[in-house]
């Protein structure tokens, strides 16, 4: 039962030099993390599938000290800024939004109806932008009558929103009053993370109100929206400082609670490091539902997949392996239901899957030479299918599921493509692999049968056993054979140096088969071929000459071809300044589309074209 909020706060006097031992340990650490030693000179060891069973919970708060005090931890640090939150808006007109049946693109997410937290969002009415610590809700629909509404200002990290119909959901990761603190040798006082959920009813776009405020004791690691539910994963550290736990808090407007340590699940494992991970089921429509959790004493939470049904939180472990915790869902309902163990590190969400009943992970080990592994668990997170040693010594650069088949980009001075069949999970296979040049990051399913890879192209190096990266490649592959796939085509942007956000985050990147639209974002870098009078060496860098956002035209009856580019910057300042890393806030990071209207965001601008032309239709300055 939640209770009326306290003041309480914890004291952890923590010397400064441990402080900063503890932290270069866990770097340390973590580059050996999610590796394991599988083989060596051709000798093989027997991979560790551990099914942990059921967790059990502390019996009591005493049992719960005792146990992270025979542990190994290390603390991590991290810090925030604080500021109150303000409320601005730039119209007083009132705003309502209108049913209109608009055709609008949505977020590039991995499940069908499991929303991914992101940095702009539409309803095909409206778009909702963070721009540094601002959300700003701005008229997206007509294109002509485009305008700012309103804005909120926090002052403070903004993870990212989702919308659900009249109720707009924002996660900041700040400080409150009551939190755990750091006295340091010279006095100063610093406060552990915590995360805010605010929902706002935005019925009146021009005038949100607070309808609902909760912070959580913790950073924030992820979050997904199911239906009415935000499912929110924090995570905080579990340790000892001078005889006391700091247990996790949620506040939830005037209620709080302190979770129990009887009311935390954990494995009777020894781990590096361990952390609270605390996962919330939020109803976003009705600010009276109490928030449902679950806590679970976990090591350091790496990556999380969430179906429909299921939350799937990994977390690396001894003997170098990924530990793999499963929760159920359903209408806000939480329940834990295993834990099991697979050998390796987990590259991100795409490397896991559900389907009927099964989970797949594909995981990689780097101890001497890399190999990737491919695991098929059964409800009860129990190994029953395998595949070991998948392309041994190059490295794994993207994965994806797709219904009963599995494909996998690996690299080292090729790329191949991997076929791999799922029908039986209890016997996995390759049906066939595709070498070229080149690697994919990111494989993105274009229909049942073709798989679009972005990535880089490559040039094997003269000097040794690898390849020099060169532009952006956008690849177009067919899998209908299962044992021959094929590249139908390809297309390079720029020269080495050439980058794109879409590379490690796949809601950078917008897709419409039906249109036949691809549109990324692009740092484009050029090399000057006079300086090179012998040649452009593979290795030679370019400089930046461009930011902005590539439209391409993808079809299997023409290939990819770009069909032009826009961009937000006036001049090439920020470029010239920019030196090895650029940085701008003219920078496009998103497009979405509404109709035939093409928006693309940057922190400053949002610009409309026609979708058709590219011309520009109007501009949205983001003050």
Same mark, same amino acid.
């Given at each position: 039962?939640?209770?009326?909020?306290?003041?309480?706060?914890?004291?952890?006097?923590?010397?400064?030099?441990?402080?900063?031992?503890?932290?270069?340990?866990?770097?340390?650490? =973590?580059?050996?993390?999610?590796?394991?030693?599988?083989?060596?000179?051709?000798?093989?060891?027997?991979?560790?599938?551990?099914?942990?069973?059921?967790?059990?919970?502390?019996?009591?708060?005493?049992? !719960?000290?005792?146990?992270?005090?025979?542990?190994?931890? /290390?603390?991590?640090?991290?810090? /925030?800024?604080?500021?109150?939150?303000?409320?601005?808006?730039?119209?007083?007109?009132?705003?309502?939004?209108?049913?209109?049946?608009?055709? *609008?693109?949505?977020?590039?997410?991995?499940?069908?109806?499991?929303?991914?937290?992101?940095?702009?969002?539409?309803?095909?009415?409206?778009?909702?932008?963070?721009?540094?610590?601002?959300?700003?809700?701005?008229?997206?629909?007509?294109?002509?009558?485009?305008?700012?509404?309103?804005?909120?200002?926090?002052?403070?990290?903004?993870?990212?929103?989702?919308?659900?119909?009249?109720?707009?959901?924002?996660?900041?990761?700040?400080?409150?009053?009551?939190?755990?603190?750091?006295?340091?040798?010279? @006095?100063?006082?610093?406060?552990?993370?915590?995360?805010?959920?605010?929902?706002?009813?935005?019925?009146?776009?021009?005038?949100?109100?607070?309808?609902?405020?909760?912070?959580?004791?913790?950073?924030?690691?992820?979050?997904?929206?199911?239906?009415?539910?935000?499912?929110?994963?924090?995570?905080?550290?579990?340790?000892?400082?001078?005889?006391?736990?700091?247990?996790?808090?949620?506040? @939830?407007?005037?209620?709080?609670?302190?979770?129990?340590?009887?009311?935390?699940? *954990?494995?009777?494992?020894?781990?590096?490091?361990?952390?609270?991970?605390?996962?919330?089921?939020?109803?976003?429509?009705?600010?009276?539902?109490?928030?449902? /959790?679950?806590?679970?004493?976990?090591?350091?939470?790496?990556?999380? /997949?969430?179906?429909?049904?299921?939350?799937?939180?990994?977390?690396?472990?001894?003997?170098?392996?990924?530990?793999?915790?499963?929760?159920?869902?359903?209408?806000?309902?939480?329940?834990?239901?295993?834990?099991?163990?697979?050998?390796?590190?987990?590259?991100?969400?795409?490397?896991?899957?559900?389907?009927?009943?099964?989970?797949?992970?594909?995981?990689?080990?780097?101890?001497?030479?890399?190999?990737?592994?491919?695991?098929?668990?059964?409800?009860?997170?129990?190994?029953?299918?395998?595949?070991?040693?998948?392309?041994?010594?190059?490295?794994?650069?993207?994965?994806?599921?797709?219904?009963?088949?599995?494909?996998?980009?690996?690299?080292?001075?090729?790329?191949?493509?991997?076929?791999?069949?799922?029908?039986?999970?209890?016997?996995?296979?390759?049906?066939?692999?595709?070498?070229?040049? =080149?690697?994919?990051?990111?494989?993105?399913?274009?229909?049942?049968?073709?798989?679009?890879?972005?990535?880089?192209?490559?040039?094997?190096?003269?000097? =040794?056993?690898?390849?020099?990266?060169?532009?952006?490649?956008?690849?177009?592959?067919?899998?209908?054979?299962?044992?021959?796939?094929?590249?139908?085509?390809?297309?390079?942007?720029?020269?080495?140096?050439?980058d794109s956000p879409a590379l490690s985050d796949h809601k950078a990147l917008l897709f419409s088969k039906d249109k036949h639209l691809l549109v990324l974002p692009i740092l484009l870098a050029e090399i000057d071929e006079a300086q090179y009078p012998n040649g452009v060496?593979?290795?030679?860098?370019?400089?930046?000459?461009?930011?902005?956002?590539?439209?391409?035209?993808?079809?299997?009856?023409?290939?990819?071809?770009?069909?032009?580019?826009?961009?937000?910057?006036?001049?090439?300042?920020?470029?010239?300044?920019?030196?090895?890393?650029?940085?701008?806030? *003219?920078?496009?990071?998103?497009?979405?589309?509404?109709?035939?209207?093409?928006?693309?965001?940057?922190?400053?601008?949002?610009?409309?074209?026609?979708?058709?032309?590219? !011309?520009?239709?109007?501009?949205?300055?983001?003050?």
């Amino acid at each position: 039962m939640l209770r009326k909020v306290q003041s309480y706060s914890f004291n952890l006097y923590v010397k400064r030099s441990k402080i900063l031992s503890m932290g270069i340990l866990a770097l340390i650490l =973590g580059s050996a993390l999610g590796v394991t030693l599988f083989s060596l000179g051709g000798v093989y060891f027997e991979p560790i599938f551990t099914n942990l069973g059921p967790l059990q919970r502390f019996s009591s708060y005493e049992e !719960l000290k005792a146990f992270l005090n025979t542990s190994s931890q /290390y603390v991590p640090w991290g810090s /925030y800024y604080r500021d109150q939150i303000t409320f601005d808006f730039e119209a007083t007109l009132s705003i309502t939004k209108t049913p209109v049946p608009l055709d *609008y693109s949505t977020t590039n997410i991995q499940v069908a109806g499991v929303d991914e937290i992101d940095v702009v969002k539409t309803d095909g009415e409206f778009l909702y932008v963070v721009s540094g610590k601002s959300v700003f809700i701005v008229r997206a629909y007509p294109a002509e009558d485009a305008e700012v509404l309103s804005r909120l200002d926090f002052n403070k990290a903004i993870n990212g929103l989702f919308v659900n119909t009249d109720k707009l959901v924002i996660l900041t990761g700040a400080f409150n009053p009551h939190q755990i603190r750091f006295f340091v040798e010279d @006095d100063a006082v610093y406060d552990l993370p915590s995360t805010d959920i605010m929902i706002y009813d935005i019925a009146n776009r021009s005038t949100p109100t607070l309808d609902r405020n909760m912070t959580v004791n913790g950073s924030y690691f992820n979050s997904r929206m199911i239906a009415d539910y935000v499912y929110v994963i924090i995570t905080q550290p579990a340790y000892v400082r001078d005889g006391e736990v700091a247990l996790p808090a949620i506040i @939830d407007d005037d209620r709080a609670v302190t979770v129990s340590a009887t009311n935390i699940y *954990y494995s009777n494992v020894s781990d590096y490091y361990y952390a609270f991970t605390n996962i919330l089921a939020i109803n976003t429509q009705n600010s009276e539902e109490e928030a449902a /959790y679950e806590t679970v004493l976990t090591g350091s939470a790496s990556n999380l /997949y969430v179906s429909q049904t299921s939350i799937y939180i990994t977390s690396f472990g001894f003997e170098e392996t990924t530990t793999i915790h499963k929760i159920n869902i359903e209408a806000g309902d939480i329940t834990y239901v295993a834990t099991g163990n697979v050998t390796g590190y987990v590259l991100n969400q795409f490397s896991m899957d559900e389907y009927q009943d099964y989970f797949r992970i594909a995981t990689t080990v780097h101890t001497f030479s890399s190999q990737t592994h491919l695991y098929v668990l059964n409800s009860s997170l129990h190994v029953v299918g395998v595949i070991e040693g998948i392309a041994p010594g190059e490295d794994l650069h993207s994965a994806r599921f797709m219904g009963d088949k599995c494909y996998l980009v690996t690299f080292k001075k090729i790329d191949p493509l991997f076929v791999i069949d799922l029908t039986d999970p209890e016997a996995p296979q390759i049906l066939g692999k595709l070498k070229v040049p =080149g690697y994919s990051d990111y494989l993105h399913p274009y229909d049942g049968t073709h798989l679009i890879g972005i990535g880089k192209e490559t040039v094997e190096a003269k000097e =040794g056993d690898f390849a020099w990266y060169q532009g952006v490649k956008i690849s177009l592959f067919d899998v209908s054979d299962v044992s021959r796939p094929t590249e139908l085509d390809k297309t390079e942007i720029g020269d080495r140096g050439t980058d794109s956000p879409a590379l490690s985050d796949h809601k950078a990147l917008l897709f419409s088969k039906d249109k036949h639209l691809l549109v990324l974002p692009i740092l484009l870098a050029e090399i000057d071929e006079a300086q090179y009078p012998n040649g452009v060496p593979a290795s030679a860098y370019g400089n930046f000459v461009w930011q902005g956002a590539y439209v391409l035209d993808v079809s299997l009856e023409h290939g990819i071809t770009v069909k032009g580019t826009i961009t937000h910057m006036g001049d090439n300042s920020d470029l010239l300044r920019s030196g090895y890393y650029f940085e701008s806030s *003219y920078a496009v990071k998103r497009a979405v589309y509404v109709e035939n209207v093409l928006y693309t965001i940057s922190d400053k601008t949002i610009k409309l074209n026609d979708l058709d032309t590219l !011309l520009e239709i109007n501009e949205v300055e983001l003050a």
